[in-house]
């Protein structure tokens, strides 16, 4: 994603470079050498400043932190307590403790009412991230520099209280724009069951995916226009199939596209083979989103 997001910031630059290097030989012609030798010089310091700016960019996008090296008593605990990791390869293993080690180097993990969080808890919030990306070219996660979790579930306006119902949330602009929330014992419940189609942590980070184009409407960036289009159709025949409660989908996947996308998301990573069955136009468009890359496996 990020080398998409760099070659797509160059792309005016590039087309201004070939405008006027393509300029200078036509203006010789007719004779304008005076102007051919001011565009000449215009181009070496358009070429000099966008190098510049590349190479610095390249190095804000290459200065990760070390990532954490995870243990073998740690690999053990991923083995016993992540039903999509211990699926995996060997091979596809790696990968996962690879991206688990660069999320908890580069994301803040904070445990509320606890000095320092809980090993496990960090496992648990990694985990929910890299399951959520599996599949994709990239697993940086926009923005997001901080997860917070809350010791249960809390209220629409982050407050801890009994009548809490919020499991977890992204925030979207404000001053918690770089935040997610997540409470810790549906943290845990989504890992408990594997087929039970909910996974709260998946669940938020898919809006976290879904917010990678500035906007979180279950339309994420890089999803073809065709396949937009067939998502758009799937979403409203789904809704309506709910009405009648008729639908695989829980009830609160129609509140909004970005409901059902995030929704949609938990019930591929989690149960991909009853999704297929029951809905197999819409597993295409997930499959084809997560696996076009083809670098890691998707655990049946």
């Known amino acids: 994603m990020l080398r998409r997001i760099v070659s797509r910031k160059f792309l005016p630059w590039i087309v201004i470079f070939f405008i006027l290097l393509g300029s200078i030989p036509v203006l010789i012609i007719f004779s304008f050498i005076t102007l051919a030798k001011v565009i000449g010089v215009a181009t070496v310091l358009i070429t000099v400043i966008a190098l510049r700016v590349w190479l610095q960019r390249s190095r804000e996008i290459n200065e990760r932190q070390e990532r954490i090296k995870l243990t073998t008593n740690d690999l053990f605990w991923l083995n016993k307590h992540i039903p999509f990791y211990s ?8 990968i996962f403790e690879d991206r688990i080690g660069i999320f908890l180097a580069e994301i803040t993990i904070t445990e509320i009412n606890k000095d320092t969080p809980d090993k496990e808890t960090c496992f648990y919030v990694a985990s929910s991230a890299v399951i959520a990306y599996w599949g994709l070219p990239f697993w940086n996660y926009g923005s997001l520099s901080e997860v917070l979790v809350y010791p249960t579930n809390f209220d629409l306006d982050n407050r801890l209280n009994k009548l809490g119902v919020v499991q977890g949330k992204v925030h979207h602009g404000g001053l918690m724009n770089n935040t997610m929330i997540l409470s810790l014992p549906a943290l845990i419940a989504g890992f408990q069951i594997s087929n039970d189609k ?3 942590g998946v669940h938020e980070f898919s809006h976290l995916l879904d917010k990678s184009d500035g906007e979180i409407d279950g339309l994420p960036e890089f999803l073809g226009e065709e396949d937009r289009k067939i998502w758009i159709g799937i979403f409203e025949s789904e809704i309506k199939k709910m009405s009648f409660e008729k639908s695989s989908f829980p009830l609160n996947a129609s509140r909004s596209n970005a409901e059902f996308f995030a929704s949609a998301v938990e019930y591929f990573k989690e ?4 999704l297929k069955r029951k809905h197999p136009e819409l597993y295409n ?3 084809s989103y997560f696996n076009s890359v083809g670098d890691v496996d998707h655990p049946q």
Do not use: E
Not at 87 to 94: C, E, T
């Open 87 to 94: 699926k995996l390869s060997k091979k596809d293993k790696r």
């Open 198 to 200: 909910k996974n709260v």
């Open 271 to 274: 149960c991909p083979n009853l």
């Open 285 to 287: 468009v997930l499959n």
